[in-house]
């Protein structure tokens, strides 16, 4: 694709990365096959080849409008697009361009600038959210059903037996997922603690950043990626730990990507690389790992794995839970369109809530046709959103391992 950047584009970094991504598309339209909101529209302007001609616009000189706008808004980043193109475009780097120079370009309504200024000042903040969810949890019996599904239970604790551990890793926390579903890390360091390995939380680790950067935030999203680097990096220079656990998916896809995200940053730009390297899904540990059937209960349930679009395209681990999954004997379901997003995420759910809400009944309507037990996934947002919609158990998967474990 010939581009012709605007003066104020020409020779900065991100009209040249912008440039080169747009020259890598061949515009053949593959990519709208998996396209959610353009299988949901119809538009092709909903779609990443129809985006990719307005953001190429925009780099040109274009106005912004608000219908322009609207159109990045209703992408959800899912990334289907980049597993299915034979180009290697990388859309999603793209989008983050675009969104950003529409947002300079045009002020919002007040009322979207706020509600996108709460989401970016509450849940990173563990300790502004727990109060929030705390709450939700009392008010629970009085709330009208649409809230009321979104308010996430509280859980039972996971017992996390004592083990000799010689192997040692940091784990994120994380924000919402550290106080919303504490199981999962607990289960984590169950499962883990069982192969010696120990899991430690940096007390000053936080937020990956990945709120703030999808909402266009950069430098914001930046200061979390920043501080999260300090927080882990003593014991990774003096060669204490071996990797870094990332038990949600999605916080998972953006640390992979603070080596890129920071690559101009004189300071960090090392540093950031180096801990994208270490960054380590739990399916990609434990598939290093000798799990086996013997290691788990004889009755295990049937199980219909959403495979979040942070695992299985940001982060290409497509089958790579699945396989552990089965490797520990559990039956997995028959997913269809599994590649398609559930409507999680991060906060889209929130601020596009009519096309979340339809992702959300197609992709139950595929995981439950089966009859499964229960529903496991890999990423917090998918777990809660998709909790919303059904009576079934939807659980991190790791919690499943945990839980059968003789």
């Known amino acids: 694709m010939q581009t012709h950047l605007a003066p104020d584009f020409m020779h900065t970094d991100a009209g040249e990365e912008a440039e080169a991504i747009l020259r890598s598309c061949v515009h053949c339209g593959f990519c709208t096959a998996t396209c959610p909101t353009y299988q949901l529209l119809a538009d092709e302007l909903d779609g990443p080849r129809g985006r990719i001609y307005q953001i190429k616009g925009l780099l040109e000189g274009e106005p912004v409008s608000p219908t322009l706008r609207g159109h990045l808004d209703r992408c959800l980043t899912c990334r289907a697009c980049e597993s299915t193109c ?105 499962l883990l603690g069982r192969f010696g390995i120990r899991l430690d939380a940096a007390p000053q680790a936080g937020c990956c950043g990945a709120v703030s950067h999808h909402l266009s935030a950069s430098e914001e999203a930046h200061g979390f990626m920043r501080r999260n680097i300090d927080a882990w990096w003593p014991r990774i220079e003096a060669g204490k730990v071996e990797g870094i656990l990332i038990t949600a998916s999605g916080c998972g896809a953006t640390v992979k990507e603070y080596g890129h995200l920071l690559r101009h940053d004189p300071a960090y730009a090392e540093k950031a690389a180096r801990i994208s390297e270490l960054a380590r899904d739990p399916g990609e540990l434990l598939s290093e790992l000798p799990i086996s059937r013997a290691q788990f209960r004889d009755q295990l349930p049937l199980v219909a794995f959403h495979s979040p679009c942070t695992l299985q395209h940001g982060q290409q681990l497509a089958g790579v839970v699945e396989a552990v999954l089965q490797r520990a004997g559990f039956r997995l379901t028959e997913v269809t369109d599994s590649h398609l997003c559930c409507g999680s995420a991060g906060t889209y759910s929130l601020l596009q809530p009519a096309i979340s809400e339809q992702l959300r009944t197609n992709k139950l309507a595929a995981l439950e046709g089966p009859e499964p037990e229960v529903i496991a996934t890999a990423n917090i947002g998918c777990q809660l959103h998709l909790g919303a919609g059904t009576s079934r158990p939807v659980v991190h998967w790791l919690e499943l391992l945990a839980d059968y474990l003789l």
């Open 86 to 190: 034979p180009s290697g475009v990388r859309y999603s780097r793209l989008l983050d361009i675009g969104r950003e120079v529409a947002e300079e370009a045009l002020p919002r309504p007040m009322g979207e600038q706020l509600a996108r200024l709460a989401l970016r000042k509450l849940v990173p903040y563990p300790a502004r959210i727990a109060p929030l969810i705390t709450l939700g949890r009392l008010a629970r019996p009085l709330l009208p059903a649409v809230l009321k599904a979104k308010v996430p239970p509280s859980q039972a604790p996971v017992t996390e037996d004592a083990y000799t551990t010689m192997r040692s890793w940091w784990v994120l926390e994380g924000c919402v997922q550290s106080v919303a579903t504490p199981r999962t890390n607990a289960a984590a360091r169950r």
